[in-house]
C-alpha cells in the first residue's frame, strides 16, 4: 500500500491507523515520488491527499490509472467540494473518496475493501486473459 501526502503528520497518523494490518505500507510526500515508487514496487492500493503542490491527487491517480490499472485508488481531501469529488471520480476512476478528518475505523474498513476489490479485479483480468488465450488457440479468437 502507498500512502501519499505531502504533509508528514498525515503520513504518520495514516500509517499509524494501519499499524498491525498485514499490509506493507510506502510514504511518499508527492506525486512524484509516488510515481517512482510505483515504478520499483508493486502495489495494490494508493490512498492519496487531493490537494498537493507541484501535483495534484487526482493528476497523479489519473496517470496511475493509465499506468497501473489494477492498482486501486483512494483519494482523501481536506476540502470536499463536489467539483473536486466529481473531477476525482471522472479522471482518476477513484475506488472511494475521504474527507478530513475521517474516522480511524472506517478508513481501515476501507483500505481491507479496497485490498478485496483488488483481488477481484486482478483475478478477472487474469481469467478474461486466460480465456482470450484460449480462444486464439481454438482459432476463435475474433469477435
Not at 4 to 10: C, F, G, L, M, S
Not at 37 to 49: E, G, R
Not at 111 to 136: D, K, M, P, Y
Request: aromatic share 6%.
Amino acid at each position: 500500500m502507498l500512502i501519499v501526502d505531502d504533509e508528514p503528520a498525515v503520513l504518520a497518523m495514516i500509517s499509524l491507523a494501519l499499524e498491525g494490518e498485514d499490509y506493507r505500507v510506502l510514504t511518499a510526500r508527492s506525486g512524484r515520488e509516488a510515481l517512482e515508487i510505483l515504478a520499483s514496487n508493486d502495489v495494490q492500493v494508493v490512498l492519496t491527499d487531493e490537494r498537493m503542490p507541484e501535483m495534484s491527487g487526482v493528476e497523479l491517480l489519473s496517470r496511475i490509472k493509465a499506468s497501473y490499472p489494477k492498482t486501486v485508488r483512494i483519494v482523501v481531501s481536506g476540502q470536499a467540494h463536489v467539483d473536486s469529488v466529481v473531477e476525482a471520480i471522472n479522471k482518476g476512476a477513484i475506488f472511494k473518496f475521504f474527507t478530513k478528518p475521517w474516522n480511524e475505523a472506517q478508513l481501515r474498513a476501507q483500505i481491507l475493501e479496497a485490498f478485496r476489490h483488488q483481488e477481484i479485479v486482478s483475478g478477472c483480468l487474469t481469467s478474461a486473459s486466460v480465456l482470450a488465450r484460449f480462444q486464439r488457440s481454438m482459432g476463435g479468437g475474433e469477435s
